[in-house]
């Protein structure tokens, strides 16, 4: 592939032909040459310019700019055009046009207002990248297809005509009869019973505010299964005309999606969209905040679950803002190189500003690029030549993987069902945030695991310890891989709530942890959230350390049943259960599994670290304050360290032993500075 082919890390920029007069072409892609720009993203919002009446057909505008870019030995990502249908389309077939939930059609005038199952959209759609695909994929400069533009932004629900008619074929295609779907919809609850397939719709505004939560599980796999089929459809055109070693992409991690399915069906590889200015904005800013930009370091860590090396591509290289919306600084001195770095530390091998001039009209005005208006040489230019310049001395990490020996379990049907379940979504949310953040925080470096997407036990044997926070629905694959990684010797980690659920979402008449029960050998008589009178916290002695368990607590007991039996490692301390067991360690196989009763804060993912003997794996390597993430990339056996500072001030870091400084291209040990946003890469010697 001409991108993440290991051999290099490269800058690219996203560039609107369209907005700018043909006369500045060359000269800002002469710009872009000059300051370590070698690729450009084109066209995904540009459907019009290939086709501006129906079925007539101008390849001229993308011609006249790839001449330029071809002649230049410049290298373009096209995009299809399909985020925005042009007005002429919306207004003759009204129903390619996305609803809302009470049925009022979302109009032409901003962006993905169209939806995925419309078979007037499917065949327009179609057209169009057939027609882009078949002219311009064989131009020398076009390296990548990028599919539309962040599939499910903005909008991630779908209330057409034509999403319930596609609804109503993807539950006969999963149920086959009417009676099945009722069974796993549990419809003879408040008399919902179907007797026609006509009967079911998308949801629907429904007067208590509440519609049925399997039906709501089931749509939310619906969108994603349309959302993959609208993607694959345009991936399998584009491999009909792409030349070798041309890839095919998109952009942006959005939710009601399964972006695995969808990288494993459609993708070479998934791009992340990073803006950690956001952090920046006046309602975030407000609020106290030990992360802020370093939270971006969770989507990263999400991107890399889909592909472990991967691109960014739109990268903040200017201050936030629509006209409507999201204010937030000029990025300082030495962000842009910091946020860069972040996204390289994380496994990306190619990263694209977002964008090379700021528009001068339209609803992104104040959505700044590298350039301002004027499109004067500015200091963000002068740092993305810096950037360049760094890069060339750390070419070789191009490839590597991040390392990481926690990870933390998720899966699709969990992540839907906690955006309905109100119980699931309080402590998977209050979770995932405190392990991300004691991770980030303790320099321990992690990776996301999709348990739906593993096929084997064994890849997730890299793992010494895996979290996986609040399971509610558990599949007998998922028990299977699970039962597999602590039997051959993993420690497997979950907390409250687990294991309750089946795949349709309904609770299941077992014991509870259901089919977790026998891994973690524990039984679980009773539960309660955790009373508004005790702060949502009740306190755990483990060993002698105090830590709180959040949100919900599940009453333990080791399980009599288990074979090789379970301790109580931690009791409750507060409350009217205190005395009793919170915390259950099993041995299993040649492993372990713990049991927590309650949702994670971050003190408490820390001590579980601590523990578990996890925690700053790069300790005796280097020491460095609370503001530097830790991050890790290994190839070929050789390790390659960065250090990221997120805060304004300087700080120290403590080289225990010698390690080679890739920038200064020289052997380092002992104290040394990193300026305020300051970045370091050491290969490890
Ligand atoms: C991204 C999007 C870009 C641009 C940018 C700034 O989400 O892909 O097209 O809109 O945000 O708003």
């Not at 505010?209 to 599980?217: G, Q």
């Not at 070789?396 to 379940?421: C, H, M, P, T, W």
């Not at 558990?474 to 420690?491: F, I, P």
């Amino acid at each position: 592939m001409k991108l993440l082919n290991g051999e290099s890390i490269t800058l690219g920029t996203c560039y609107y032909p369209e907005h700018w007069s043909g006369d500045l072409w060359e000269e800002d892609l002469t710009r872009m040459l000059a300051n370590g720009i070698k690729t450009v993203r084109i066209a995904e919002f540009a459907w019009n310019k290939i086709e501006p009446e129906e079925g007539v057909f101008d390849y001229s505008f993308f011609d006249r700019f790839l001449d330029l870019t071809d002649r230049m030995g410049m290298q373009v990502i096209f995009g299809t055009p399909t985020a925005t249908p042009p007005a002429w389309l919306t207004t003759k077939y009204p129903e390619v046009l996305n609803a809302r939930q009470d049925g009022v059609l979302y109009r032409h005038g901003a962006r993905r207002h169209y939806n995925y199952n419309s078979p007037v959209y499917q065949e327009l759609s179609r057209r169009i990248v057939e027609k882009a695909a078949a002219h311009y994929a064989g131009r020398k400069s076009v390296i990548g297809w990028q599919i539309d533009n962040e599939l499910n932004c903005e909008l991630s629900e779908f209330y057409s005509e034509s999403d319930t008619l596609a609804f109503r074929e993807f539950l006969k295609k999963k149920y086959d009869t009417l009676a099945q779907l009722n069974q796993a919809w549990g419809t003879v609850f408040w008399n919902q019973t179907y007797t026609a397939w006509e009967e079911i719709f998308v949801p629907r505004t429904t007067c208590s505010d509440s519609t049925n939560p399997h039906e709501v599980l089931d749509y939310l796999r619906f969108i994603s299964d349309s959302c993959c089929r609208f993607a694959k459809m345009q991936s399998d055109i584009l491999r009909k005309y792409i030349k070798p070693g041309d890839f095919v992409t998109t952009n942006g991690l959005f939710g009601n999606l399964d972006n695995h399915r969808m990288r494993e069906e459609s993708l070479d590889f998934i791009t992340y969209d990073s803006y950690p200015n956001f952090a920046y904005c006046l309602d975030a800013y407000q609020k106290e905040d030990r992360i802020r930009d370093r939270k971006w370091s969770r989507n990263l860590a999400e991107t890399r679950a889909v592909s472990p090396i991967f691109g960014i591509m739109e990268q903040q290289s200017g201050a936030n803002g629509w006209n409507t919306r999201m204010e937030a600084p000029t990025p300082e001195p030495g962000q842009l190189t910091l946020w860069t770095m972040q996204s390289i530390a994380h496994g990306s091998d190619y990263v694209s500003y977002f964008r090379w001039r700021t528009a001068t009209m339209g609803t992104e005005i104040y959505w700044h690029g590298i350039l301002d208006y004027s499109g004067r040489d500015n200091r963000r230019l002068a740092e993305v030549r810096s950037v360049h310049e760094k890069l060339q001395k750390m070419q070789q990490v191009s490839g590597a993987r991040y390392e990481a020996r926690v990870g933390i379990l998720k899966d699709y049907d969990n992540i839907f069902d906690a955006q309905l379940d109100v119980w699931h979504g309080r402590v998977e949310k209050a979770s995932q945030k405190a392990l991300f953040e004691a991770c980030q925080l303790t320099h321990t470096p992690f990776d996301y695991c999709y348990l739906d997407h593993v096929k084997d036990a064994s890849e997730l044997s890299g793992y010494q310890v895996l979290f996986y926070p609040h399971a509610t629905i558990m599949t007998r694959k998922g028990k299977a891989l699970l039962e597999d990684y602590v039997r051959n010797g993993g420690t497997l980690v979950v907390g409250c709530r687990s294991g309750y659920k089946d795949e349709h979402g309904q609770c299941v008449m077992d014991h509870l942890p259901g089919m977790l029960r026998e891994v973690t050998g524990t039984d679980i008589p009773e539960y309660t959230m955790i009373s508004p009178a005790e702060g949502g916290i009740v306190t755990v002695d483990w060993d002698g350390t105090a830590i709180d368990a959040a949100v919900f607590s599940d009453l333990l007991t080791p399980d009599q049943g288990a074979e090789t039996p379970a301790e109580t490692a931690g009791v409750y301390t507060s409350n009217y259960y205190a005395g009793t067991p919170a915390l259950i360690r099993h041995p299993y196989g040649k492993g372990q599994a713990w049991y927590f009763g309650g949702a994670f804060t971050e003190k408490t993912a820390e001590v579980f670290l601590e523990k578990l003997g996890v925690i700053a794996p790069y300790g005796e390597i280097l020491q460095a304050p609370e503001t530097c993430e830790i991050a890790v990339r290994e190839k070929d056996g050789v390790k390659y360290l960065f250090v990221l500072n997120y805060g304004k001030t300087p700080v120290e870091v403590t080289l225990k032993r010698q390690v080679k400084d890739l920038f200064d291209d020289k052997d380092v040990q002992g104290v040394q500075t990193l300026e305020g946003y300051g970045t370091k890469v050491y290969e490890i010697l």
